[in-house]
């Protein structure tokens, strides 16, 4: 049966997304490589692997693990480096018809700068996410995106070069996400992303010479085990700013779509879920639409106004 015309669409300030349903950085590479397990051009957006001015191998092995409910990482923002990206990774992924955001990790303020300047006017990409939450690396990232003062100039130096949207990636690890996220909007971004990784520790006893020890490895929380901190940090976020948020951190299905839609964001990405299932985004763009036509409604952004006006 045909269906009636339904609009999904929503905006993330000036970038306009088809529907809500992201893949979340670091968790599909450069997007085309899930081109053949899903339809990777029916999503709203796809969030690249975090990049840096020039390649990076990340940490050395192990640095993966399974937790109850989640996955604990410490890659250490392996990647190919901006040249590399824009060469190679980038056309392949803008020519699956998809809004293609570039997630960018530095170690200064001027490392982000550079990369922005790097990928301003790239045909094919619609915006940043600046990753200032990555707990996975000795320098940048997270200590840019604590401190509420240094993270509005950040914002500010890179939105004066460059005219791609803006999205700032919060880290939960600070007890201050609203007050980051008012920050980031005064430095003139166009959008928050929120969760980040929550910093964990995976812990095996051992017993050496009768004395209990430890091997353990610190990283970065993600999966179901995180959704009811990133619930909090998206109501706190949506709260505290005026900016659209893009809610991340445990979705496995449309269930938890819809609570991080009613607790006030705009759009979701999908992360540890795609290691489940790898089709998991493009599913829950057909059970959006599904829930919908179900429920009689013709344009979820309508059906978002107020969401979440009265979560904190
Ligand atoms: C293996 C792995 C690599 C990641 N790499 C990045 C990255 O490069 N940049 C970034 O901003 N977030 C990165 N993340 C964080 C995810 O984008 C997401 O914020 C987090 O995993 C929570 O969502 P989830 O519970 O749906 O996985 C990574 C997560 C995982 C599991």
Known sequence: MARRALDLAVALGPLRLPNPIGLASGTCGYGAEL????????????????????????????????????????????????????????????????????????????????????????PGLAGLELNVSCPNVDHGGIELGSEPRVLEALVAAVRARTRLALVVKLTPNTGAVGE??????????????????????????????????????????????????????????RAACGLPIVGVGGIMGLGDVLEFLAVGATAVQVGTGTFVEPGLAGRLVDELEDWCEANGIASLRTALEGAGEACV
Not at 112 to 121: K, N, P, Q
């Open 180 to 237: 980051l996220a008012r920050a980031a909007e005064a430095g003139g971004a166009d959008a928050i992303s929120a969760i980040n990784t929550v910093t964990g520790l995976v812990v095996t006893p051992t017993l050496v010479d009768g004395r209990l020890s430890a091997k353990a490895m610190r990283g970065g929380l993600s999966g179901p085990a995180i959704k009811p901190v990133a619930l909090r940090c998206v109501a706190e976020a």
């Open 35 to 122: 081109a053949g397990l899903l339809d990777v051009g029916r999503l709203g957006c796809v969030f690249t692997k975090g990049l840096t001015l020039a390649p990076r191998d990340g940490n050395a092995p192990a640095r993966i693990a399974e937790t109850e409910g989640g996955t604990l990482n410490r890659i250490g923002l392996q990647n190919v480096g901006v040249e590399a990206f824009l060469a190679d990774k980038l056309p392949a992924l803008a020519a699956l018809g998809v809004p293609v955001v570039a997630n960018v990790a530095g170690a200064t303020a001027a490392e982000y700068v550079a990369i922005a300047e790097r990928l301003d006017g790239a």
